[in-house]
């Protein structure tokens, strides 16, 4: 995707999360490119969704795998409404291809 002038309702942590989703074993550098954010504000985004328990990393020779956790909740008291597993279909939906 690259990245983007501007500003997006979809954070990136949504982004990022979204990306680990649909890559779990991709390397920082691709989940940044498909995010649309730097490589060093990738991984600090990872660290917050591991912190917070929205995905675990471990790792696989010289790579990192990721595990995304749908069954998490919300991190936001305000988003009830919005599973992670909607969260994800929502940023889905809008990717470009």
Request: glycine share 6%; net charge positive.
């Amino acid at each position: 995707m690259g990245r983007r002038a501007g500003w997006s309702f979809v954070t990136s942590h949504a982004r990022v999360l979204a990306a680990v989703a649909a890559m779990p074993d991709a390397r920082v550098r691709d989940i940044a490119h498909t995010s649309g954010i730097t490589e060093r504000a990738a991984h600090r985004v990872l660290a917050d969704l591991e912190r917070a328990g929205f995905l675990t990393r471990w790792r696989v020779g010289r790579r990192n795998r990721y595990t995304v956790h749908l069954e998490r909740g919300r991190c936001h008291p305000d988003e009830t409404a919005l599973p992670v597993p909607a969260l994800l279909a929502l940023v889905r939906l809008t990717e470009r291809p």
